[in-house]
């Protein structure tokens, strides 16, 4: 697992595994709540919960086309709302 942190205007954190990959049937949905990749355990609730968690502190979290999973969080610098 890799974690890169960039600076500008805002705060950008990029994590990044090879241990897992997105299949492509659920990318353009992976955000939204019930959609699952057949883990026998899993809700399908994580990322739902976790991008809406940063949309509330006014970032914004997407993947990236990567070879494993690359996920990508924004986060304003100024103290926007929800800080």
Excluded at 39 to 53: I, V
Aim: no cysteine; net charge positive; hydrophobic share 40%.
């Amino acid at each position: 697992m890799t974690l890169r942190i960039e600076r500008s205007t805002r705060q950008r954190f990029t994590l990044f595994t090879l241990s897992g990959r997105i299949p492509h049937e659920i990318r353009d949905k992976v955000f939204e709540p019930f959609v699952t990749a057949g883990k026998e355990n899993g809700l399908g609730l994580g990322l739902a919960f976790s991008r809406q968690a940063v949309l509330d502190h006014g970032g914004d979290m997407w993947i990236e086309p990567a070879a494993g999973a690359r996920f990508v969080i924004r986060f304003p610098l100024n103290g926007g709302e929800g800080f």
